[in-house]
């Protein structure tokens, strides 16, 4: 099994923070407190 990547292609996770989570959207911390106020 070759395992240097021979295409040109960008990786992609260039650019982003390899093994963080990624920040909450807008619209999932609304549904988190939608969740919230209904329990």
């Not at 963080?20 to 407190?33: C, G, M, S, Y």
Request: charged share 25%; proline share 5%.
């Amino acid at each position: 099994m070759n395992i240097n990547a021979t295409c040109s292609r960008q990786p992609w996770h260039k650019g982003k923070l390899v093994g963080e989570k990624t920040p909450l959207r807008l619209r999932d911390v609304w549904a988190i407190r939608v969740r919230f106020q209904i329990a």
